[in-house]
């Protein structure tokens, strides 16, 4: 059985988390699978909601750590986030994409498609499919709704730059399974394969 993640777990930088993160199984509510895509931020990093320090909005993000950290993109979907380091520092993983397990029926009806490849594939479609919400924002990932399960086994991880920022875009903070086809943008030709 795997093991059940902890606040301990996320405390380390979120490049690592981000890295660990991989083939972990997010589940809420019941509803969820296998993580195939993350991207790791920090508040050194002109990307990160943390840059500028503190707000009302990005609170949650400082911790502390195996907390989510929920936002709305664009106006629409909400993202979720892992909140990594020690409170205060301000960093976090971005869940980019799962490979759908469990709850598909759920998630089919709540994304209005039944492709379940597509079903999870980018940060939006993630909220959607899991009905992420605000409420969620500062809750720890180690009670209900929310599971994470360790990943069972090791497996190579595929190593490239971030999509969709317009700041530090060419940082290799995007992590993703090799190999899978749940993720939400191909990785470039050529990028680094990492074992973990």
Known sequence: MPRRLRPADFEGDAEDVAKALIGAVLLVDGVGGRIVETEAYDREDPASHSHSGP???NQ???GP???AYVYRSYGIHWCLNFVCREEGHGAGVLIRAIEPLQGLDTMCERRGLHEPRLL???PGRVGQALAIQHAYNGHRLDRAPFEVLAA???H???VGPRIGIS???EVPWRFGLAGSRHVSRPFPRGAAIIRA
Do not use: L, Q, Y
Request: aromatic letters at 4%.
């Open 167 to 169: 700041k530090a875009a």
């Open 152 to 154: 069972a086994e090791r």
């Open 65 to 67: 750590p195996g907390r």
């Open 55 to 57: 707000t009302a909005r």
């Open 120 to 122: 999870c594939s980018g």
């Open 60 to 62: 949650a993000m400082f």
């Open 156 to 158: 190579d991880i595929v």
